[in-house]
């Protein structure tokens, strides 16, 4: 079965960095494509970054352009979300997602949380 696992969250301050990581298995995931999303408390979950299943394509949210970064390892079937210069409003739990089957799978979320 589809399982996706995120690790790498954590309390930083204004400014820090983290990079989270998303472990999948159960689908042929060098041909899938993947996203991150956030949902911060008393808000909708709202789509973060989403990358093809090569590596090539990326999109990301205004709010992260040019300080998050995605990656990925077909090898390890790992997605990765370097996050840079993060601010306060970036505290949300994150989650991993992919579509198999026409049906979306979510991870069970890693929190991050921006704070002085």
């Known amino acids: 079965q589809v399982q996706l696992v995120e690790s790498g969250g954590g309390l930083v301050q204004p400014g820090g960095s983290l990079r989270l990581s998303c472990a999948a298995s159960?689908?042929?995931?060098?041909?899938?494509?993947m996203s991150w999303y956030r949902q911060a408390p008393g808000k909708e979950r709202e789509l973060v970054v989403g990358?093809?299943?090569?590596?090539?394509?990326?999109n990301y949210a205004d709010s992260v352009k040019g300080r998050f970064t995605i990656s990925r390892d077909n090898a390890k079937n790992t997605v990765y979300l370097q996050m840079n210069s993060l601010k306060p409003e970036d505290t949300a739990v994150y989650y991993c997602?992919?579509?198999?089957?026409?049906?979306?799978?979510w991870g069970q979320g890693t929190q991050v949380t921006v704070s002085s």
């Open positions: 997602n992919t579509n198999v089957d026409r049906r979306a799978y």
């Open positions: 159960g689908f042929t995931f060098s041909r899938t494509p």
């Open positions: 990358i093809s299943s090569a590596g090539g394509g990326t």
